[in-house]
Nanobody, 114 residues
Framework: QVRLVESGGGLVHPGGSLRLSCAASGTIFSINVMGWYRQAPGKERELVATITNLGTTNYADSVKGRFTISRDNAKNTVYLQMNSLKPQDTAVYYC????????WGQGTQVTVSS
């Protein structure tokens, strides 16, 4: 079984930065994809960014140039550096791990407000 625990969410002013972390524990297959999704009230959950074990990344158009996803394979941890945050980025951010199966974290709240 795999457990994902997110951290780093909080309240930030527009233009500010946050760094999210997601630590995976349990049996993690070497070949996997980790990523971040977000869900705002009244909206569908959407992809933010993903990264493979080889380091291949992809981003939603809305966050390109502002967010950076990275990972530490030895620690089974994925990060999301969020810069130039906008109110539209306000959402619960969920960590996801996919290998043979898909797993979700419980989410961490990010609020961008003045």
């Amino acid at each position: 079984q795999v457990r994902l625990v997110e951290s780093g969410g909080g309240l930030v002013h527009p233009g500010g930065s946050l760094r999210l972390s997601c630590a995976a524990s349990g049996t993690i297959f070497s070949i996997n994809v980790m990523g971040w999704y977000r869900q705002a009230p009244g909206k569908e959950r959407e992809l933010v960014a993903t990264i493979t074990n080889l380091g291949t990344t992809n981003y939603a158009d809305s966050v390109k140039g502002r967010f950076t996803i990275s990972r530490d394979n030895a620690k089974n941890t994925v990060y999301l550096q969020m810069n130039s945050l906008k109110p539209q980025d306000t959402a619960v951010y969920y960590c996801r791990l996919v290998h043979a199966y898909a797993y979700w974290g419980q989410g961490t709240q990010v609020t961008v407000s003045s």
